[in-house]
């Protein structure tokens, strides 16, 4: 079964560094999206994308985050310059067309930033 | 806006005990409604889904029915195993040509032999 996969599993960061994590969605898919989740809380949005540009975003997807799709399989997340509280496990998922497609999401990146 | 409220955890059970977890959500419109899994160390899995109201998701045992009246979608298994150990995310989703997912906050579940 196709998968959405994600790279790095885990990166350490030092505060005020720039990171870029980086999916590769189901082949098929047109909608993608990231999510975050802090250790012990509850699965939060931050962005979706579709036809090359944002389609929503969250209150916490501010200017330091940016998302792109620079090539036909790669979608990736830049957090410009890192802060403590950006530590947590981010999510990529992709979805198809169609009303309740469901997503289908990656193992993760956990970020931490020292 | 959209939400979910999920049942609180951590529950523990027997193995082959009975599980129910609480789903409830609010919503405008006809929202597309998901439970997620996500194993130790693992990603978020799509575990069942159900799109309009009375459909019944189903998949490894577990089942959740698409209830409107009562706006919720608990779910259940018979049988619970310990390899269900898991944390478990009841999802929304809104057809107002919003797709981003809405969670519930998680309920991690303990299957003891």
């Known amino acids: 079964e196709p998968e959405v996969t994600q790279t790095p599993s885990h990166q350490v960061t030092q505060m005020g560094q720039e990171v870029i994590l980086r999916c590769v969605p189901i082949s098929n898919h047109l909608y993608f999206y990231w999510y975050r989740q802090i250790l012990g809380q509850k699965v939060e949005f931050l962005v979706s994308f579709y036809n090359n540009e944002i389609s929503e975003k969250s209150e916490i997807f501010d200017d330091q985050f940016s998302v792109e799709r620079p090539d036909g399989s790669n979608f990736t997340l830049k957090i410009r310059s890192t802060k403590l509280e950006d530590s947590a496990m981010y999510f990529c998922?992709?979805?198809?067309?169609?009303?309740?497609?469901?997503?289908?999401f990656g193992d993760g990146t956990r970020l931490s930033i020292l | 806006g959209n939400s979910v409220t999920q049942m609180e955890g951590p529950v523990t059970l027997s193995e082959e005990a009975f599980l129910t977890i609480n789903c409830t959500y609010t919503?405008?419109?006809?929202?597309?409604l998901f439970w997620y899994v996500q194993y130790p160390g693992e990603g978020l899995q799509l575990l069942l889904k159900?799109?309009?109201?009375?459909d019944k998701g189903s998949n490894k045992g577990f089942e959740a029915t698409y209830r409107k009246e009562t706006t919720s979608f608990h779910l259940e298994k018979g049988s619970v195993q310990v390899s269900d150990s898991a944390v478990y995310f009841c999802?929304?989703?809104?057809?107002?040509?919003?797709?981003?997912?809405?969670f519930g906050t998680g309920t991690r579940l303990t299957i003891i032999p």
């Open positions: 999802a929304l989703l809104s057809n107002f040509g919003n797709e981003k997912l809405t």
């Open positions: 919503a405008t419109g006809y929202p597309s």
């Open positions: 998922a992709s979805s198809g067309t169609g009303r309740g497609q469901p997503q289908h």
């Open positions: 159900a799109t309009k109201a009375d």
